[in-house]
């Protein structure tokens, strides 16, 4: 946001706060207040972790300087919360977006059929705000029995900017490749899933075999090996994790979608 920007959304603050005063008249509605204070939040209370803004420390997560991390600090619960359910999430996948279709308009195709996008699914086609919300935004430690529980509803709604990129990919006959560390009795509920939110196409959905020892990062590298060993091009990947890019071979450019609630590695 512009000093303008900022200026004008704290006089707008200002003048509500006046209004309650009694000094004017003004109609208040939900609706415009509350994406003020979605906006405001992270201005009057970032919450602080071990002496660091909660807005640096998502920086340092982004940015892959914060690695290995369990929970999101306790007094930053607050601050991914509004970061998540407020505009920011969305304006931050929307750029991640229209850079790669940018570069996908940029690419000369040889529309062969072997060209391959990769895709993770948690955090990437779909989103698990419903069930984060219920869980302190990554403040509480990660429970793989109830998460799984609803991972097996199918509900998860998807994620509007990666479903643009889905599409677009299709249109163009690039084919997507689900690949996820989900376990593979998941299978049937995460298929289900990305039906259901107008995910359809795929020419691959990969998920963790039961026997897999290793990281995510080995799994989702090993997998798109046999991509790459089968003749296919992986023109592109996509992920909210960096073990869904990094690694090699991870494909010939990554996208890395914000996720401030959880770290795999
Ligand atoms: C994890 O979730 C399950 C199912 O909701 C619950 O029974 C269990 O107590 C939880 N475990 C922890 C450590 O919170």
């Not at 509350?34 to 209370?45: F, V």
């Not at 970032?46 to 991390?69: K, M």
């Not at 991914?80 to 790669?100: E, F, I, N, P, T």
């Not at 690694?247 to 010939?252: I, M």
């Amino acid at each position: 946001m512009t000093m303008a920007g900022t200026t004008t959304l704290l006089l707008v603050a200002a003048a509500l706060l006046a209004a309650s005063c009694g000094a004017w008249e003004v109609t208040v509605d939900d609706a415009v207040v509350a994406p003020l204070i979605h906006a405001l939040r992270p201005l009057l209370g970032s919450g602080r972790h071990a002496g660091v803004a909660c807005d640096s420390w998502r920086l340092g997560v982004e940015a892959y300087n914060v690695r290995d991390w369990k929970t999101v600090p306790a007094s930053c619960e607050g601050y991914v919360g509004h970061y998540m359910l407020g505009s920011h999430y969305r304006r931050d996948s929307k750029v991640v977006v229209d850079q790669a279709i940018a570069y996908v308009d940029s690419l000369k195709l040889a529309g062969n059929g072997k060209e391959v996008w990769v895709f993770d699914v948690d955090e990437t086609t779909v989103s698990n705000l419903p069930y984060y919300s219920r869980h302190g935004f990554g403040a509480t430690p990660f429970n793989v029995t109830s998460f799984n529980a609803y991972a097996q509803e199918g509900s998860a709604p998807a994620l509007p900017e990666t479903k643009r990129l889905y599409n677009k990919l299709l249109s163009v006959g690039i084919k997507p490749v689900i690949l996820t560390g989900r376990a593979e009795y998941l299978r049937a509920s995460t298929a289900t899933n990305l039906g259901r939110q107008g995910y359809a196409g795929w020419m691959n959905l990969l998920l963790k075999a039961p026997g897999f020892k290793g990281s995510s990062l080995a799994f989702k590298s090993s997998e798109r090996q046999k991509l790459q060993d089968a003749g296919y091009i992986i023109v592109g990947n996509i992920g909210d994790q960096w073990s869904d890019i990094l690694g090699a071979p991870e494909g010939a450019r990554t996208f890395k979608l914000p996720d401030p609630m959880y770290y795999i590695g």
